[in-house]
């Protein structure tokens, strides 16, 4: 990639097909490979015991007790993943206004994350820092006036950062777009001993429709009702912008940036790999993975297919890793193959 092509070539010398006769030929030329551990693997949390909970709107997705995804995780482990990201289902009677179950060092995400470096240390272990599974109105902020803001939700966000750090998080991800967190968050950090502990910012989260699926998932879609996180999460026209959300993501101490949605996002992934050089991760969502199996239970695409594709142009477009539902089966069939 980059270079110029050096040699063009004109029918009927150069055939561009020759190249793709056969199987082992095509394997040859590919340039771009999807392997295992450039999967992360993104699950959603839930109280008790032995309990396996279907998204309704992502088939094949559950919400599991803790045990189970330890259980889930261990085959995702063995399979070459190398890293989980968990999202709690937080039981609506402790959503309140100010958030505060985030800071319980016993919540369902902390109590997840010692469960899960207790039976697989080796597998990395990521936590979202933001306020929207724990808020009463949904928002990823503290809401005063009607407005989310600032400086009051990075206090809160920072803290909460400690405690999944505290509970063996390896990789904190923030996913509020709140201005100056990634600092914020890496000074309580480095405060409290835990300069080791990497932050992948979600640097380019755009106000998306294609969220729908997750926020029935954690149970925060009825929290936020008609409300909407347009004055936080980018514009989806803006591209120039997603590169100086990055800059200040990086120079405030991020280790790894992140763009998201995915598939309606390519180009800004590629203008930020380009640009910057750094790891750079996208989040294939659950509104993007909710499509591609909807459509395939209607018999319209084959979605494995379908999915197999869309986690292959992430690589083409330059990322370095893929969050995605669909890890685990992808993983199997990279193996398989
Ligand atoms: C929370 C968060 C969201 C997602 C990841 N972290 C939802 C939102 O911002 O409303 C969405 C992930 C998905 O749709 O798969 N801040």
Same mark, same amino acid.
């Given at each position: 990639m980059g270079n110029k092509s050096i040699f063009l070539g004109s029918y009927p010398t150069t055939r561009l097909r020759r190249n793709r006769q056969n199987i082992w030929g095509r394997n040859l030329v590919a340039e771009t490979t999807l392997l295992a551990s450039d999967l992360i693997w993104t699950t959603f949390v839930r109280e008790g015991n032995n309990i396996t909970e279907s998204v309704t709107s992502m088939p094949g997705v559950d919400c599991m007790s803790v045990d189970i995804l330890v259980e889930r995780a261990i085959e995702a482990y063995r399979n070459g993943i190398p890293a989980i990201a968990v999202f709690p289902k937080t039981?609506?009677?402790? %959503?309140t206004p100010n958030a505060i179950e985030a800071l319980n060092p016993n919540n369902l995400v902390c109590t997840a994350v010692r469960a899960l470096k207790k039976s697989i240390p080796n597998l990395g272990v990521i936590c979202d820092v933001a306020l929207d599974p724990y808020s009463s109105h949904g928002q990823d902020g503290l809401v005063q006036n009607g407005y989310v803001v600032n400086d009051e939700t990075i206090e809160i966000l920072s803290k909460q950062a400690l405690v999944q750090a505290e509970a063996g998080c390896d990789i904190i991800a923030p996913?509020?777009?709140?201005?100056?967190r990634i600092g914020e968050i890496r000074q309580e950090l480095d405060a409290n001993g835990?300069?080791?502990?990497?932050l992948m910012a979600y640097s380019a989260k755009f106000a998306s429709a294609y969220y729908g699926p997750f926020r029935e998932a954690i149970g925060s879609a009825t929290n936020l009702?008609?409300?909407? %996180?347009k004055t936080y999460q980018m514009d989806p026209r803006n591209s120039n912008e997603a590169l100086r959300e990055v800059a200040l993501d990086l120079e405030e101490g991020a280790d790894m940036v992140m763009v998201k949605p995915g598939m309606p996002y390519l180009d800004i992934v590629y203008r930020i790999k380009n640009t910057f050089a750094v790891p750079t991760y996208v989040y294939q969502v659950s509104g993007e993975y909710a499509m591609i199996k909807a459509a395939g239970e209607k018999g319209w695409i084959n979605s494995d297919e379908a999915l197999m594709e869309s986690l292959l142009s992430f690589k083409r477009a330059g990322a370095d890793g893929i969050l995605t539902y669909w890890a685990v089966e992808a993983a199997k069939k990279i193996t398989n193959n």
């Open positions: 039981p609506t009677q402790l %959503k996913s509020d777009m709140m201005d100056g835990y300069k080791n502990v990497q009702g008609e409300a909407d %996180k």
